[in-house]
């Protein structure tokens, strides 16, 4: 069973840094692309950044220039390096994985984490 976990949420002081981590568990066949979603209160969730299976990167213009997406392929893991963190970036985030499961199923599948509170306040 594919399993993503999030990690390294918090609170934080405008201005600070946090790094997330999504670390996959269980067999996959393919990765189409990994990302970031968030969603804050009464809003709808959001694509922050993603990475696709050959390294472009997509990012949210509210987040360009203050965040990085990574991956670690040995350690199947993504990060998320959030920098210059404004109150506006308060939000639970979840890690999203685009992947067909096995040989055996056709098609690319959605899977999500548990998502990870971020908090931005003085």
């Known amino acids: 069973q594919v399993q993503l976990v999030e990690s390294g949420g918090g609170l934080v002081q405008p201005g600070g840094s946090l790094r997330l981590s999504c670390a996959r568990s269980?067999?996959?066949?393919?990765?189409?692309?990994m990302a970031w979603y968030r969603q804050a209160p009464v809003k709808e969730r959001e694509l922050v950044a993603a990475i696709t299976s050959g390294g472009s990167t997509t990012f949210a213009d509210s987040v360009k220039g203050r965040f990085t997406i990574t991956r670690d392929n040995a350690k199947n893991t993504v990060f998320l390096q959030m920098n210059s963190l404004k109150p506006e970036d308060t939000a639970v985030y979840y890690c999203?994985?685009?992947?067909?499961?096995?040989?055996?199923?056709?098609?690319?599948?959605?899977?999500w984490g548990q998502g990870t509170q971020v908090t931005v306040s003085s």
């Open positions: 269980g067999s996959i066949f393919t990765i189409n692309s």
């Open positions: 999203n994985m685009v992947a067909r499961p096995s040989t055996t199923i056709g098609g690319l599948y959605n899977y």
